[in-house]
């Protein structure tokens, strides 16, 4: 019950990471405010107790200013905001990029975090405490793990969690990342659909040296730990939460 009797905001829980994170806050007692445009993905996510949905375009500034106060409404405090709202973009070469699809991706998945650690960071500041856990990617740190547009704005995201770290640090508010690796969620499902049409699915996340992939679930722990007081000396740092596949050169065995 890390969280009894705190109020958290979670992007993106219609479905996977946020899902999963948004049933951890509150299975540790918070009240959360559940965030998505896929109002039927939120009502799928809600879970029992004093909760709330609310869809929103993470990329609307104005619509973010509308969560933020209809939780303080509500609450009356925000004590934790997992920003995880995102969206993915196809992996061909940058010679072949739709350009059009950039400010779309950055949108979604850069400029909807800065604009939540914006507005629910300044409630923070005034409460002198809060913690806000971003979600980045592996693809954020090498290459390989997604397309160029995705792959920037999580490169992005880890920058803006060390700066935001920094504005807001003196204030008790703390600003940290996860970077998950290989997950099963609405967003890589394709890939998982794909391999278990070919047969396949056991190749999934075999190249990190855990030989696996991952569940929603384990990143959901992380961001609760970094989101806890159990995290409370840990600032502007991005966690990889995968396999240890930005341990290696994504080759098992490599280290020994």
Sequence with gaps: MRFEGKV????????GIGRA???????????????DVNEDGL??????????????????????????????????????????????????AIMDNDMAVWPKVLGVNLIGVANFIKHAGRVMCDQGSGAIVNTASVAGIRSGAGGNAYSASKAGVIN???????DL????VRVNAVCPGLIETGMTKP????????????????????RRYGRPEEIAAAICFLASDDASYITGQALPVDGGNTASLNLPGMKV
Excluded: Y
């Design 8 to 15: 958290a905001i979670v992007t993106g829980a219609g479905s």
């Design 21 to 35: 994170t948004a049933n951890r806050f509150a299975s540790e007692g918070a009240r959360v405010c559940l965030v």
């Design 191 to 210: 890939i998982f659909d794909i391999a278990r049409d070919k047969g396949k699915e056991e190749k999934l996340g075999s190249r990190c040296e855990l």
């Design 169 to 172: 640090g003196g204030f008790n």
């Design 160 to 166: 803006l969690t060390q700066t935001a770290a920094c």
């Design 43 to 92: 009502q799928g996510s809600l879970p029992e107790g004093d909760h709330m949905i609310l869809t929103c375009d993470v990329s609307d500034e104005t619509q973010v200013e509308g969560v933020v106060k209809a939780v303080m409404d509500k609450w009356g405090r925000i004590d934790a905001v997992a920003n995880n709202a995102g969206i993915a973009c196809t992996k061909e």
